[in-house]
């Protein structure tokens, strides 16, 4: 059974950082490209940051910028992404998503993940 697990979330100051895992059970990563997307109350969901299966492409959403990083460690079937200067309106439930890949091409849509996980809660106080 394929399974994608977030940790890391919590509570967190305005300007302060987390680091979020995206674990994966029942199959190895090498061959699936990965994004991060978050939803907050009331708001459409939206993406983050995305890699390559081999972690040589990624990308962020303008907003994240110079603050988050996402990288990943096949050798330990997990993804990361670091957040820093976290703000007040990225409060939200952040996912992680799969989609088998070859290439060395991200996914920019949500409609190109088949595989989800359960999400982390991030909350930044201000």
């Known amino acids: 059974q394929l399974q994608l697990v977030e940790s890391g979330g919590g509570l967190v100051q305005s300007g302060g950082s987390l680091r979020l895992s995206c674990a994966a059970s029942g199959f190895t990563l090498d061959y699936y490209a990965i994004g991060w997307f978050r939803q907050a109350p009331g708001k459409d969901r939206e993406g983050v940051s995305y890699i390559s299966s081999s972690g040589g492409s990624a990308n962020y959403a303008d907003s994240v910028k110079g603050r988050f990083t996402i990288s990943r460690d096949n050798a330990k079937n997990t993804v990361y992404l670091q957040m820093n200067s976290l703000k007040p309106e990225e409060t939200a439930v952040y996912y992680c998503?799969?989609?088998?890949?070859?290439?060395?091409?991200?996914?920019?849509?949500?409609?190109?993940?088949?595989?989800w996980g359960q999400g982390t809660q991030v909350t930044v106080s201000s």
């Open positions: 998503a799969a989609r088998q890949s070859y290439t060395r091409f991200y996914y920019v849509s949500a409609n190109d993940y088949a595989y």
